[in-house]
């Protein structure tokens, strides 16, 4: 297998993640420029968190338009893997990758802290080792992650079974309390109806080694690697 | 003689509307030789104030460079404290680390938002200047009495402030510490501290060298923000300093990010000779600066420099505060190799000027000279002044106190519970929650333990920090206070196992003309200096931030100190609160009958008085050496140590903190007591170089050995059991005690727990 991290000006977790899959997991990894044209053959394409152009007008309204996301698109339809975390996420959502819109958090502050997520869905290859309403302890770290879509958006994602992660408690339980930043649904994480494109507000590659205090995001990445029903390019 | 441009007649208004004395300005006429014009005479008023050079405070600073000399390990310090932006400490398999803390806080006191964010921003830039890669951030932070609306405007806009500035820049705020005293009413301390990471061969000199090489202006475009802010920092805030705002500058983050991936990949191409950036008193302090390192001239024209307003004279441009701007200095002939870099990163990027023979700082606009001044009288020949002293008088009425006065509380466990409910004690998660403090995935201890913890890629190495002051200490008794304020911070990295290497100061205090004041800064820089010889620690460098008084008196004399430690092995690390049921409680160090100047008598009696509690710094020395040595031989499971709120707090800290909301049962106090020993001292007095740890069981003797072989008392306290704490005078759920703990701050700012 091997994966892309994409660089924007602004990105901030690129090293990260670029840690963990290829020190940690040992995935053979590339960082690539946001100006590069050419996206180099990958399985997975990652973007990663950040504040790609300061946030400037909206959370990844600027970073769409880098030429690199001409391919990532591309790269998408191809059926090929596109992971988003965090900025990443919202610039899944500018780009029309996945449906839906980010606001600022209900308590109108940052939040960086360790939450609960349920596993919604085992049914895509970022999930796949993964048990139905497995819970995962993995931190967030964002000031706009208030997951936002209408009615008709929200019905047909949970018809499609597109809702992977929602923001949960220790005992697995989804409500209004365990709802850390106001998003529908409790959303934490969705993907396409293609299942190749997760966006996810949490940062798995926060949570990949056991000296930062929790390994439970390493499961992503080991549910790519374990590939069952998708088969890789 | 050069010819040099006049626009305005310098009149008696003029030299004064700058902050300039009689005989500073006689000083100028001699280094001149002539009359100054208004752009050379605005050069002057900002290098020569108090922000950029120390005019009031040397002959004081100096003393922690004499210590430096007399300590062993001298090879360890790669820079040196003054020698460049921030001192460079070796650490060991060709890395170094580099840092400083600063203030930002009359700034942060006029728009708390701008001012806290651009405090982090500038000490960003000094450690990235040097070519280290930022990988923590920390800060001290100071508000008067946090029930007041005012406080809380402040405290809300300044940790949202910093929020935004390091959350964008990607580089994790790892802790720090935050006091609520009515002292800051007004005037709140804002320092900002950072750490670097750097290759020991990959150091960046701030200096222009070279004749020929080119000089390059890079970043944000100059605005008059923050016109005259390095002059403005300098005066005591009156209720007028609000119209001083144009003086607070704007950041921008994203800008910032861009020139910290810019500078350090321009480093690698071996085509930088010195770096620069551009911070109080901007453009003239990063020319003079580098020209006066580098022993050599610098000439820039003015046209060249990028601008974001239409209009500006030179002398608006020579004093702009503007943000994110750095000076380059790049080996002629590779001029096209670095501009690649800057066009990649999209960046402003001018060729402003060059290195020349000489040793000015030329400034033209257009071909036409307007400023022309010897760069080391401008950079370092400023005046030096000693300043009166005088014991103040307060003190002979606060070290008044009587304890036959002071009765015991009646119900322990409710003081303890309004202890842990007063917000300088209280949870700071409000605060550290909206800072991303896991960002570059090296955190491994987290904010609310005694030292924040980070690993460094690719070795074993930990890096722990802490800052510290408890500033009521300081107040009742400046010289033992400063001693505390180091033993404290020290003892806070040496309770995560590392070995403290280094310390950087930033130093709070009011007007130095007043002889009261000045004698506060005088015995606490003594204090630290007594503590860091005794513990072996070297001074990497430090700030001075004078004039912190608002309209109703000075703050209280705030030497915010940071210890740096170094943990040979990440897996050795210490955390502060219980692990396990069933281990077993000690208390390493001697519990006396000291309240004075302690949260306790100040919560629970409303009194700020008495001294500070003893220090004896062979003790405290032992006592880190043992923390040290029980963490490396893996002996215990927590450390932490007693401070505000005493032994009662500190054991509901251990609780409450640890992630299972273990509980405590304490029945070794009688071993502690004796017939001088009052319980309320006992239970929440403030003794020095005590911590507690928690121990397995079958390590038992081979603690308290170890403990004896550091010349240590160490006592059982108990258990780490249940889900209480347990002690002879009070019984508490520790669901309750976290309760209490955990909302006190957002029960104040946001009417109320949030999720």
Known sequence: MKAAVIVFPGSNCDTDCFHALHSVMGISTEMVWHKDAVLPKVDLVVLPGGFSYGDYLRTGAIAKFSPIMDEVKKHAERGGLVLGICNGFQILLEAGLLPGAMLRNRSQHFICKHVWLKTESNQTPFTSILKPGELLNVPVAHGEGNYYCDDATLKSLQDGKQIIFSYSNEKGEVNERTNINGSRANIAGICNAKRNVLGMMPHPERASEPVLGSWDGKKLWESLLSQGGVVLR | ?755
């Not at chain 2, 570059?440 to 802490?466: E, F, M, S, W």
């Open chain 2, 1 to 755: 003689m050069t010819t040099v441009a006049v626009e305005k007649k310098i009149t008696p208004e003029i030299i004064k509307a700058h902050g300039i004395t009689t005989d500073e300005y006689n000083r100028i006429l001699k280094i001149l030789g002539r009359e100054p014009n208004l752009t050379e005479l605005g050069m002057f008023s900002v290098m020569w104030s108090e922000h950029c050079s120390y005019k009031n405070s040397k002959p004081i600073l100096k003393l922690f460079s004499k210590m430096n000399a007399e300590l062993p390990r001298q090879e360890q310090l790669l820079v040196k404290p003054g020698e460049e932006n921030a001192g460079i400490i070796d650490i060991g398999e060709g890395w170094a680390i580099c840092f400083k803390i600063e203030s930002h806080n009359h700034p942060s006191a006029i728009e708390p938002f701008q001012g806290a964010a651009t405090g982090v921003g500038g000490i960003l830039r000094d450690i990235f200047t040097m070519g280290a890669r930022p990988v923590l951030l920390m800060n001290s932070l100071r508000f008067g009495d946090l029930n007041q609306p005012m406080t809380q405007r402040l405290f809300k806009g300044v940790v949202a402030g910093i929020s935004h500035y390091g959350n964008c820049m990607g580089i994790p705020t790892v802790g720090g510490e935050v006091y609520f005293d009515p002292c800051y009413e007004g005037n709140p301390l804002v320092n900002a501290m950072a750490l670097g990471l750097i290759r020991t061969d990959e150091i960046v000199r701030g200096s222009a060298t070279g004749i020929g090489n080119s000089v390059y202006y890079l970043g944000a475009a100059t605005g008059r923000d923050g016109l005259g802010g390095a002059a403005f920092a300098s005066k005591e805030l009156s209720e007028e300093s609000h119209e001083d705002r144009p003086a607070v500058q704007a950041g921008d983050p994203f800008m910032e990010k861009l020139l910290l991936e810019a500078c350090l990949e321009l480093l690698k191409t071996d085509a930088v000779v010195g770096m620069q950036d551009m911070g109080a008193a901007g453009l003239t302090c990063a020319g003079c600066e580098t020209a006066s390192r580098g022993n050599s001239a610098v000439e820039i024209d003015l046209k060249y420099v990028p601008r974001r307003e239409t209009g500006m004279v030179p002398y608006e441009i020579m004093l702009s505060e503007s943000q994110e701007r750095m000076l380059v200095i790049v080996k002629k002939g590779r001029e096209s190799e670095v501009e690649r870099i800057f066009e990649k990163w999209d960046l402003h990027a001018a060729r402003i000027g060059e290195v020349v023979p000489g040793h000015d700082y030329i400034v033209k606009d257009n071909g036409k000279i307007v400023a022309q001044i010897p760069a080391k009288a401008l950079a370092d020949d400023g005046p030096v002044y000693i300043r009166e002293e005088q014991r103040p008088a307060y003190l002979n009425e606060t070290a008044q106190l009587d304890l036959a006065k002071i009765s015991e509380p009646k119900d322990f466990g409710a003081t303890l519970l309004k202890l842990l409910g007063h917000p300088s004690i209280a949870s700071k998660a409000w605060v550290w929650e909206q800072y991303d403090h896991m960002v570059r995935t090296d955190t491994v201890l987290y904010p609310g333990h005694d030292a924040a913890l980070i690993r460094v890629k690719g070795t074993k190495k930990g890096i722990a920090v802490a800052t510290d002051c408890n500033s009521l200490y300081v107040y009742l008794d400046p010289r033992r206070g400063g001693n505390i304020a180091v033993a404290e911070a020290a003892r806070n990295v040496a309770c995560t196992g590392a070995r403290p290497v280094g310390m950087s100061n930033c130093l709070n205090y009011g007007n130095p003309m007043k002889p009261e004041i000045f004698w506060q800064f005088h015995q606490s820089v003594l204090g630290l200096i007594e503590s860091c010889k005794a513990l072996e620690i070297p001074v990497t460098g430090g700030n001075v931030s004078f004039y912190n008084e608002s309209p109703q008196a000075a703050v209280f004399p705030t030497p915010t100190i940071t210890i740096v430690g170094l943990l040979d092995d990440i897996e050795n690390r210490v955390p502060s609160s219980f692990q396990n049921e069933g281990d077993l409680i000690f208390i390493v160090g001697e519990t006396k009958n000291e309240i004075g100047a302690s949260h306790y008598l100040m919560v629970e009696h409303g009194l700020q008085k008495g001294v500070p509690p003893e220090l004896d710094l062979i003790r405290e020395k032992k006592l880190q050496n043992f923390l040290i040595a029980a963490a490396a031989q893996k002996q215990v499971n927590s450390a932490h140590d007693t401070s505000e709120g005493g032994l009662a707090v500190a054991l509901a800290e251990c609780c409450l903190k640890s992630s299972k909301g273990l509980g405590a049962v304490i029945d070794g106090l009688e071993l502690i007591r004796n017939s001088d020993l009052r319980e309320d001292a006992l239970y929440f007095g403030e003794s020095q170089s005590r911590v507690v740890i928690s121990v397995n069981a079958s390590k038992k003797e081979s603690v308290i050995r170890l403990a004896m072989d550091h010349d240590l008392s160490i006592l059982p306290l108990g258990k780490v059991f249940g889900r209480e704490l347990v002690m002879d005078k009070l019984q508490v759920p520790v669901t309750q005690l976290k309760s209490v703990f955990d909302s006190a701050i957002p029960n104040i700012m946001d009417g109320g727990l949030s999720s």
